[in-house]
């Protein structure tokens, strides 16, 4: 009888079927629209599609840097490397795990009261005094654009609980991210036996950071004024001098101990390609030349037939 009820009525039946999909059935899966599969991302900085960068056809330029490395933000792809493998201490430019690491905790708002010990660091301060209470944001723009060691501290023992703790942070999030050859005692880079990253790991960091979108706004700010809770103000302008001298350079972070010498991790936009450069053990005022002749060779080239 059921049987010649829905052969004798074809539209009950569909009633009946869009009744059962309504109240949870399993709809059919909407087909993947091949455009969708095939888009590219958009970089925001150019509004184009965005590219792998291929090898450049002209020959890498000499740098006084003793180990150096390109590579492609999209694909990984090196580029160019020079002793990218060799272990160095690297200074300031490790705060780019720092900061991966304090992104890792979310929570970014999260209030942060000063303690004196934070401060026990030299020689970058931003000054910050025992009660104060600033931001976990408001103090990861400070660590990207003006380096203050004491911040590192002020975010290491509020995010990972005390400096070591923050340490074994820092070696685990390397680990998650391949970086095979680094090994963190500290936030903010200053020398200690037993630490240290290569060209090659340190590219690694700078890419995770830089599909970052807070990171990248950070790294790419060129100065801006600090309020201190008593009101007081201070104009922190980048480190990186590359960043206000090559257009199209858009990060990421400095570094300079005895130890390390120059370093300076920096990223580039053009074209709708988009490079890091690592250049570690350099000096003044090469790092600038080594890291700008580097972006340059990668980026500044016709993109027909790339």
Known sequence: MTCRFFRARPAAFAVLAAMITSCGGNPPARPVQRAEAVRQPVSRATEQPVQVTPVP??????????????????SGRVLY????????????????VTALCVLDAGNIDKPVVIEA??????????????????????????????????????????????QPGFAAMMNRKC???????????NPHGLTEPGQYSTARDMAIAARAAYRSPLLRSYTATKAFTFRFNDGRTRLLENTNKVLKTLPYCDGLKTGTTNASGRCLVSSGSLNGRSVIVVVLKSNTPNIWNDSTKLLRWALERPTAGA
């Open 81 to 96: 490397a020079k002793n990218a493998d060799v272990p160095r201490a690297v200074a300031s430019t490790q705060k780019i």
């Open 175 to 185: 680990a998650s991210l391949g970086m095979r050859n680094s090994n963190f005692k």
């Open 117 to 162: 010990s934070d401060g026990n660091c030299e020689p970058t301060k931003l000054g910050l005094k025992p009660g104060e209470v600033y931001s976990r944001r408001e103090l990861l723009k400070v660590l990207m654009v003006k380096s203050a060691n004491d911040v590192g501290r002020t975010l290491a023992r509020d995010v990972g609980g005390d």
């Open 57 to 74: 056809p002209t020959p890498p330029p000499k740098v006084v840097g003793e180990s150096a490395i390109v590579v492609d933000v999209v």
